[in-house]
């Protein structure tokens, strides 16, 4: 963050017809040894952060669905949004979004159990 108004000032004097010819050395200078390296490892630093934030929302994607397909198989088909939301460690409302959202994808049937929630019947 610090690079950017390095190379910011230093361009504007740079380009500033009323600097002298010592300011625009300076400036040069200042943007060389300062601006552009900074600059260049905080790009580097913010596109590696993005890569492994990246990478750990498929790791997560992937541990999700693995979960899910292994309750699918331990509950012969049926599972209701409390059952998905303790064993991933999620909220009910994420969880029956991601339920929701599975059942589209596996043409799931749904229904009501005796105390009122939905039980979302999957194709084993």
Known sequence: MIGLPILLLG???LVNPEASTNDKEEAGAAIALF???STAV????????RQQNQ???KE?????EQLFL???QQHEGNLTVTTFALAAQISIEDAEQYLDTKARQLEANFEAS????????FPV
């Open 35 to 37: 601006g552009l390296p």
């Open 60 to 64: 997560l994607q992937l541990e999700q």
């Open 55 to 57: 990478q750990d929302s």
């Open 11 to 13: 361009t504007f004097d």
């Open 114 to 121: 005796d105390d009122g929630g939905i039980i979302y019947r």
């Open 42 to 49: 905080g790009v580097w630093l913010l596109f590696s952060l």
């Open 70 to 72: 292994k309750l699918v």
